[in-house]
C-alpha cells in the first residue's frame, strides 16, 4: 500500500469473513468499480476479514492485457490492499480466471457424473430462432429444454461424433430460491421463472454464472459485493451452491453509478474513468470521501478525508436509489483534500503536477499563490505558464483613468516593499481603494481578472519584475486600444 492509503489502513483480526473484489479486465477502472471495491474492503476491515482481489479474465475476447496492471494500480492508489491477489498468491489461487480452467473443467465433470449438467446440441442460430418466437409470442425467453430429455444413447452418439455441445445446468424442483440481499432486502424465486442455464460454452470455457460462482464456493467468499445489474444472477448461482452442497455467500447488490444523464457510467467511454481523474492530479483521499457518498450515506462528514475516513463507511447505510456521478461534487472534495494539505505536501502535490522536484526553488516561492487557484493539475500548469511569461493586460475591466493614476504611481514606488506596504503607500498616493486600487495590480502582475491571492502573488515576483510588470502596464495605456 502505499503512503496515500495508509489511512485505510485497519486491524485486521482473525475473523472468518471473505470479501472479494472481482473485476474484469477489460478496461479502466471508473468511478463505479472503485466504489465497489472500495466498500468490498471497507466492509471486510469493518469485519475484521479478509479482502480477496480476483480477476476476471474468461472472456478473452475482451481481455486487454493491459488493464490488469493498470487496475492493480489504481486499487492502490485508491488506498486499498488485498490479503490475497493475483500478484501476492494465497491458499485459494490462481487468482485469475484464465489459469483456474483445469478447476472448471474437473467441477463442470462432477455436475455432469451426477446428471446435474448436460450437453446441449442446438446451434447459436437455434437458439436464438426460438428466441425471437418467445419475444414474439410475448413470452419471457426460456431455453425449452429440448436438449434434457435426450436418450443417453444419441448424446454418446453425438458426442463421439464431435458434434459441439455446450453444457448446461439441469434444473430440478424445489422450493423457491430465497435469499436476503443486505442492501436490496428479501428475495424469493420460484424455480419455474429459471431455465436450464449455460455452465461451459462448445469451445469449453466457463460461463461467468459458473465461473463466479465455484470460485466464490472454492474460495471460501462469506460476502458478494457487487454492482445490482448482477441481481438477476443470483438465484441461478444460488442453484450451483445448493448443487454443491455448500452454503452460499451473502450477497449485497449496489445501485449502479450513473452519469448526470442516466446512464449508467459502465456503458459508457471516457466519463468516470479513474485515469483521467488521477491525470489530473486527484487525491485519493478525496475520491474516497466522495465514493463513501454513492449509494451510501455517511453518518457525518467529519473526517472523511482524514485517518480514520474508512470507518465512516457502514453497511447498515448503504441505500438503493441510483447513485449520480457529479463532477461537481468531486472537484469540491478536491478542494478540500488541498485545503488540507500541510505546506510540505501540497508542494508534493504540486511537484508532482509540474513534474519538479518539491523543493525546487520556484516552485517553493510560487506554492503558496498557486494553492489558492488549484483544484485540478491544469489550474496549476494553467497559473504557472501565467506567472512564469504574465499576458498583458486586458482593457475594459477599470476605468482607464483609476487604471493610469494607479499604475503611474506604482512605478515610482519601491518594488523592494513588501505587499502590505506597497498598497498602503499606493492607496495613499492615488486616493483609490478596494476595486480601483486592487484590480490594476492584479492585471498589471498577471494579466487576468482573477487569481491568486495579491499578497500571494507579490512575492512570488522579484522586485525588479514588479517594477517591469507595472511598466509595461502603464505603457500598454498609451498605446490606442
Ligand atoms: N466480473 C464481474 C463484474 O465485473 C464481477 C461480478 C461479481 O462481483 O460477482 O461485473
Request: one cysteine or more.
Amino acid at each position: 500500500m502505499n503512503a496515500e492509503g495508509s489511512s485505510l489502513r485497519a486491524s485486521r483480526g482473525e475473523s472468518a469473513v471473505r470479501f472479494r473484489f472481482a473485476p474484469s479486465p477489460t478496461g479502466a477502472l471508473h468511478i463505479g468499480n472503485a466504489r465497489t471495491a472500495l466498500f468490498s474492503f471497507l466492509w471486510a476491515r469493518r469485519l475484521g476479514g479478509h479482502f480477496i482481489l480476483r480477476i476476471e479474465d474468461t472472456d478473452r475476447g475482451r481481455y486487454d492485457p493491459e488493464s490488469e496492471s493498470a487496475l492493480l494500480d489504481d486499487l492502490h492508489w485508491l488506498g486499498l490492499d488485498w490479503d490475497e491477489g493475483p500478484d501476492r498468491g494465497g491458499p485459494f489461487g490462481p487468482y485469475r480466471q484464465s489459469e483456474r480452467a483445469g478447476l472448471y473443467a474437473r467441477a463442470l465433470e462432477e455436475l455432469v457424473a451426477r446428471d446435474r449438467a448436460y450437453p446441449c446440441f442446438c446451434t447459436p442460430e437455434d437458439l436464438a430462432r426460438r428466441r425471437a418466437e418467445d419475444l414474439a409470442r410475448g413470452r419471457p425467453p426460456r431455453y425449452d429444454g429440448r436438449c434434457r430429455l435426450l436418450p443417453p444413447e444419441e448424446v454418446r452418439r453425438r458426442l463421439e461424433e464431435g458434434a459441439l455441445a455446450a453444457w448446461r445446468f439441469r434444473l430440478v424442483e424445489g422450493p423457491p430460491l430465497v435469499f436476503d440481499d443486505l442492501v436490496y432486502g428479501p428475495h424469493s424465486v420460484a424455480r419455474s421463472l429459471l431455465d436450464d442455464f449455460v455452465l461451459a460454452r462448445a469451445d469449453g470455457t466457463p460461463t461467468f454464472l459458473f465461473a463466479n460462482a465455484l470460485d466464490d464456493a472454492s474460495m471460501g467468499i462469506t460476502h458478494v459485493v457487487r454492482g445490482v445489474d448482477h441481481l438477476d444472477n443470483t438465484p441461478r448461482q444460488l442453484l450451483l451452491f445448493e448443487a454443491w452442497g455448500r452454503p452460499p455467500p451473502a450477497y449485497a447488490h449496489l445501485p449502479l453509478v450513473h452519469g448526470l444523464d442516466d446512464t449508467p457510467l459502465a456503458k459508457r467511454e471516457g466519463t468516470g474513468r479513474l485515469a483521467s481523474y488521477r491525470s489530473r492530479a486527484l487525491r485519493p483521499e478525496a475520491l474516497r470521501a466522495y465514493l463513501l457518498h454513492l449509494g451510501h450515506t455517511p453518518t457525518h462528514e467529519e473526517g472523511l478525508l482524514g485517518e480514520a475516513a474508512g470507518t465512516l463507511f457502514n453497511p447498515a447505510r448503504l441505500g438503493r436509489a441510483p447513485a449520480h456521478f457529479d463532477e461537481t461534487q468531486l472537484r469540491l472534495w478536491q478542494e478540500r483534500a488541498l485545503a488540507l494539505l500541510d505546506p510540505p505536501s501540497f508542494r508534493r502535490w504540486l511537484g508532482g503536477v509540474l513534474d519538479r522536484p518539491p523543493d525546487d526553488l520556484l516552485l517553493v516561492q510560487r506554492a503558496e499563490a498557486l494553492r489558492t487557484v488549484s483544484v485540478w493539475a491544469e489550474d496549476a500548469r494553467a497559473w504557472w505558464a501565467i506567472l512564469d511569461d504574465p499576458p498583458l493586460p486586458p482593457r475594459g475591466w477599470v476605468p482607464e483613468d483609476d487604471f493610469r493614476t494607479v499604475m503611474g504611481a506604482a512605478v515610482a514606488l519601491d518594488p523592494e516593499d513588501e505587499f502590505h506596504d506597497f498598497v498602503h503607500a499606493l492607496a495613499a498616493r492615488t486616493g483609490r481603494r478596494g476595486r480601483a486600487l486592487y484590480l490594476p495590480l492584479r492585471l498589471a502582475l498577471t494579466g487576468r481578472t482573477e487569481g491568486p491571492e495579491l499578497a500571494t502573488l507579490w512575492p512570488v515576483f522579484p522586485p525588479q519584475r514588479r517594477r517591469a510588470l507595472l511598466a509595461r502596464a502603464l505603457a500598454s495605456l498609451s498605446t490606442d486600444a
